[in-house]
């Protein structure tokens, strides 16, 4: 239980690698502010709900707040409804993110535009609301979901890989900003995991990418979930301004 006492907001935790990041976190302890963008249809809201309700029978507090991370003023009340329910953020995970992919030539201006204002603009929305608290506390942990792809880029995904890289140098310029202050930031780079957008990938893909896995097998949601759970705690207090790689060698 070493997030005992500990409130977490997870951006995009209501599904996916976010629902894994938000258990995980529950398991130590940790209360759980289950964020989701409304879709229309209230699937997001509903897949929330039931991650919350997963939180709740570990024992911890859970609530779902709604905002898209890619408009501040929407993240600026959402840490305000954590705030006021939880009164408290000691731990951020910037786990949202989209992919609208196509080669350059074929990619319009709207696809780049959407991809860079959620995973990259939310990540410094979310950043900025809450390390207006943290500061306050003199304590906090940020942790950023970056990708493989934003180091090693990827075919028809310039978007989505400037994206991720970006969150990398913004990781890195924060934690020099905080370091002082008792609060580290990290970031978090998956390889290929079997969630989310990995789903999308087409079979005869898969098959080339996994002979370049030299452990030979994909990912688990619940890896990546168990290391965001260790930067998260005090164990790695002294942790701030990495990248570290979650990939099976995948990119070394």
């Not at 080339?208 to 965001?228: A, C, F």
Request: glycine share 12%; proline share 2%; aromatic share 6%.
């Amino acid at each position: 239980m070493r997030l005992k006492d500990k409130v977490a907001l997870v951006t995009g935790g209501s599904r996916g690698m976010g629902r894994a990041i938000s258990l995980q976190l529950a398991e130590e302890g940790a209360a759980i502010a289950v964020n989701y963008v409304e879709d229309g249809k209230g699937i997001n809201r509903n897949d929330a709900e039931e991650t919350a309700a997963e939180i709740r029978k570990l024992k911890t507090g859970a609530v779902t707040v709604q905002a898209d991370v890619a408009d501040a003023a929407q993240v600026n009340r959402m840490a305000g409804e954590v705030m006021e329910r939880f009164g408290r953020i000691d731990i951020l995970v910037n786990n949202a993110g989209i992919n609208k992919d196509a080669t350059l030539k074929n990619m319009e201006k709207a696809a780049w535009d959407a991809v860079l204002s959620v995973n990259l603009t939310g990540v410094f929305n979310c950043t900025k609301a809450a390390l207006a608290f943290m500061a306050e506390a003199n304590s906090g942990r940020i942790i950023n979901v970056s990708s493989v792809i934003g180091q090693t880029g990827g075919f028809g995904i310039s978007n989505y890989a400037a994206s991720k890289a970006g969150i990398i140098g913004f990781t890195k310029s924060i934690a020099k900003e905080t370091a002082g202050k008792g609060i580290t930031v990290n970031a978090v780079a998956p390889g290929f995991i079997e969630v989310g957008m990995f789903e999308s990938i087409p079979g005869k893909v898969r098959d080339s990418i996994l002979k370049q896995v030299p452990m030979g097998r994909w990912g688990k949601p619940e890896e990546v979930g168990k290391l965001v759970a260790f930067l998260a705690s005090e164990d790695a207090a002294y942790i701030t301004g990495q990248v570290i790689h979650v990939n099976g060698g995948y990119y070394m």
